[in-house]
Nanobody
């Protein structure tokens, strides 16, 4: 089972940028699809983006054009570059290992990190 640890969250002003990292251990992520989700207070966990093992990506409409998922397989690390941040992007961000099923549903993933808080002030 892969272990995932997110980092890079923090407080940023609206319009700013942050880059989140997700360090994986236990197995290589090079052959796995890896996703990012987020959960705001009082809301369900929602899909943000996914990086497929072949290099392609998919994004939620709410972050498309602002967020970029990438990976460094040599470092066994997944990234989420977030630009033009908005207050509504405030949430705990989680990385997760895709297992099977519809990639935009949380139950398609079988390993999760502990999350990192991102707060965007207006």
């Amino acid at each position: 089972q892969v272990q995932l640890v997110e980092s890079g969250g923090g407080l940023v002003q609206a319009g700013g940028s942050l880059r989140l990292s997700c360090a994986a251990s236990g197995r290589t992520i090079s052959s796995s699809a890896m996703g990012w989700f987020r959960q705001a207070p009082g809301k369900e966990r929602e899909f943000a983006g996914i990086s497929w093992s072949g290099g392609s990506t998919n994004y939620a409409d709410s972050v498309k054009g602002r967020f970029t998922v990438s990976r460094d397989n040599a470092k066994n690390t997944l990234y989420l570059q977030m630009n033009s941040l908005k207050p509504e992007d405030t949430a705990v961000y989680y990385c997760a290992a895709y297992y099977r099923g519809r990639y935009y549903y949380a139950d398609a993933y079988n390993a999760w990190g502990q999350g990192t808080q991102v707060t965007v002030s207006s």
